[in-house]
């Protein structure tokens, strides 16, 4: 179990660094957010376009980054919506039972089949250097690759978080 939680270490390490390098993102997401409306108003009154869908959809594409690869990070820090009022009575370990089996029956699960199905998806739209059908448009199959990344990241926290249950459950409290 010792080498077990070490490997849960790691990981949250792993998701603790995702999560700072998020806030870069999130910076730029609103960085280009504001030069996106200062272009948009600022043109309108010069009778120019300055705003683009480049910068629209380099946004939208940083909020997609920041969501997917997130949710690791989210989860590794309880973040995620659960029923707080129920599990808020619960006792540590009746806590690890249902994040334990909340893992195992669903959040594993449904990280495998995304994982499945979306690598064929991936390999698609590189196969097709897929970008977007607007004038100006960023390519879309890095933004696709995020997607596998982020499940992908999601599962292994989810298999920390398992881990950490399991170490409750045996009475080993995870450091």
Request: charged residues 15%; aromatic residues 8%.
């Amino acid at each position: 179990m010792r080498r077990l939680l070490t490997l849960s270490r790691m990981i949250d390490a792993l998701s603790d660094w995702v999560g700072r390098a998020l806030q870069w993102v999130a910076l730029l997401m609103i960085a280009l957010g504001v030069v996106n409306v200062i272009g948009r108003y600022l043109g309108a009154e010069l009778g120019m376009q300055l705003s683009s869908n480049t910068l629209l959809e380099g946004q939208i594409q940083a909020f997609a980054v920041i969501f997917l690869l997130g949710s690791g990070y989210l989860l590794r820090h309880d973040g995620h919506i659960r029923v707080d009022i129920l599990q808020s009575g619960f006792s540590a370990r009746t806590r690890a039972w249902v994040d334990l089996l909340g893992t195992l029956l669903a959040l594993v699960p449904f990280c495998t089949v995304m994982l499945l199905y979306g690598i064929d998806y991936v390999a698609l739209a590189w196969e097709r250097l897929e970008a977007s059908p607007n004038p100006g448009g960023l390519p879309l199959y890095p933004i696709k690759t995020v997607l596998v990344v982020g499940f992908a990241l999601l599962l292994v926290q989810g298999v920390s978080q398992a881990i950490k249950a399991t170490a409750t459950l045996i009475d080993r409290h995870p450091q």
